[in-house]
């Protein structure tokens, strides 16, 4: 944190933008808790993404923590804070591959379901339903709530495991390929359910690799282990993974 | 038995199966009269219930959730068993925040038959 403001200091700029609300009291507490927007923009700059682009999105991040911060509930700021900006740099990752990773049915379905409920918060002054929306767009009740949630929620495809036993295509190039024949969202479910039957250290390092996209050598020394050893798990947890997709029983 | 206005999910006790209780919580809502902005809270607040309910020997035991629309709006309750004897927890005071931020309100016990957490909210208009 920065060196220019103590403890008591911070409590205090906290304490006056919680009683004034005031844009410079909100400036004053941004300006006190950047290095910890800062620190949180750091922890993920080893990914090919300039540094100025995590800042200012940890910094976002930072003041929307700011106003949301209610003092009386008795959480640390510096702690609510920190989740708030860890969040909204997950949130900007996910977007950034969100494209890739859902399919085009949904990504239409999400379009839609958007600019539908825009036009009817303005038509109704309200926040409107996901009844009033799928009468608005005409979609299946079922599919607006499938949009809102792709839209809201972190639903990573994850996997570079081949489909069949003959194993020319990977699930990774089916999700992403924009011809595939099969419900890629089924099979997004489906590989998710597979996770489920690693264990916790495996599933962790195979997240790492196919949706945070680390190195083997970045989630090696995230965990503290060689990288030979990272390359062995992955390719255990895989074949573990391609064992129980041929034998949805097991 | 299950009211007409209820259902329950029950599923192994693991991450992987989050996904299951927030549609759930999504299409529930809806039927409960939650808008969309609302029904982002429910998601936010299920994510903490499960979170909490898996606490400990994740994998062993079974979660159910109970979603019930009523004339008010909705009222969730959680229950997390397993084969071993689980320990008293205590929600962290974050997750009581965003709970307290999210839902009407919400109640942790921890049972014999296992860790509960009920939560009701209802829309605003």
Same mark, same amino acid.
């Given at each position: ?122 038509? !109704? ?5 996901? &009844? ?26 994850? %996997? ?10 990977? &699930?990774?190039?089916? !999700? &992403? ?16 359910? &597979? %996770? ?21 050598? $970045? ?7 060689? $990288? ?13 993974? $391609? ?8 | 038995?299950?009211?007409?206005? /209820? ?10 199966? *989050? ?10 809502? =809806? ?6 902005? #609302? *029904? ?17 020997? #994740?994998?062993?035991?079974?979660? =159910? ?9 909705? /009222?969730?309750?959680?229950?997390? =068993? ?11 005071? +974050?997750?009581?925040?965003? +709970? ?6 919400? @109640?942790? @016990? ?6 509960? *957490?009920?939560? @009701?909210?209802?829309?605003? @208009?």
């Amino acid at each position: 944190m920065s060196d220019e403001f103590s403890e008591e200091e911070r409590a205090r700029l906290l304490d006056e933008f919680a009683s004034t609300r005031s844009e410079a009291a909100r400036d004053a507490v941004t300006a006190a808790f950047l290095p910890l927007a800062d620190y949180f923009a750091r922890r993920y700059s080893n990914r090919s993404v300039e540094l100025d682009d995590l800042q200012q999105v940890a910094r976002l991040g930072l003041v929307k923590s700011i106003d949301r911060y209610d003092p009386t509930v008795g959480v640390r700021f510096s702690t609510f804070a920190g989740r708030t900006i860890d969040g909204e740099l997950k949130r900007w990752f996910r977007d950034k591959s969100w494209a890739m990773r859902v399919p085009r049915s949904i990504k239409e379905n999400v379009r839609e379901v958007t600019l539908s409920q825009q036009k009817l918060e303005q038509r !109704l002054n309200a926040v409107p339903t996901a &009844l009033e929306i799928a009468a608005d767009t005409k979609l299946d009740l079922a599919l607006v709530i499938e949009a809102l949630d792709a839209r809201s929620s972190y639903q990573p495809a994850r %996997l570079d495991v081949p489909t069949s036993e003959s194993g020319s295509q990977t &699930l990774g190039e089916v !999700l &992403l390929s924009e011809d595939a024949s099969v419900d890629r969202s089924d099979v997004t479910m489906m590989v998710s359910q &597979l %996770l489920t039957t690693v264990s916790d250290r495996d599933r962790e390092i195979i997240e790492m690799r196919y949706f945070e996209e680390l190195s083997q050598q $970045q989630i090696a020394d995230r965990i503290g282990l060689s $990288q030979m050893q990272v390359s062995r798990i992955l390719r255990k947890a895989l074949g573990e993974l $391609q064992a129980a997709m041929r034998d949805p029983s097991s | 038995m299950l009211q007409a206005d /209820e259902i329950s999910v029950h599923f192994p006790a693991r991450r992987g199966f *989050l996904y299951l209780s927030r549609l759930n919580a999504s299409a529930i809502g =809806t039927e409960a009269g939650l808008n969309v902005d #609302e *029904l982002e809270d429910l998601r936010l607040a299920v994510n903490e219930m499960v979170n909490w309910l898996l606490q400990d020997a #994740e994998g062993d035991g079974t979660v =159910t959730i109970t979603f019930a629309s009523t004339d008010s709006g909705i /009222e969730i309750d959680g229950l997390r =068993t397993a084969d071993a004897e689980l320990p008293e927890r205590q929600i962290d005071d +974050l997750a009581n925040a965003v +709970l307290g931020a999210t839902v009407d309100d919400h @109640r942790v @016990r921890n049972e014999p038959a296992g860790r509960r *957490l009920e939560m @009701r909210k209802s829309p605003e @208009r």
